[in-house]
């Protein structure tokens, strides 16, 4: 596959930088790291809406500096 690419944009690679930085991306492009981050992003987002969700059944006094405190030493 990556021969394929090379062979592809070689041509003009040469002759245009722009087409070259594609190449070079093309050619060094790993899916799985990608996957990796998309998964960590993923993770952080579901961890975010449970703790939205857990914050919107309690009923807190936010007033109250004291249940702040316990709030937060609970996070």
Do not use: W
Not at 21 to 40: G, M, N, T, Y
């Amino acid at each position: 596959l990556l021969h394929f690419f090379t062979l592809f944009l070689s041509p003009t690679a040469s002759t245009n930088p722009k087409a070259a930085l594609k190449s070079k991306i093309v050619a060094e492009f790993r899916p799985q790291s990608l996957i990796d981050e998309l998964l960590l992003y993923k993770r952080s987002e579901d961890q975010i809406e449970l703790k939205e969700k857990q914050l919107s059944t309690m009923r807190v006094d936010v007033c109250s500096t004291e249940t702040l405190k316990c709030l937060k030493g609970k996070a």
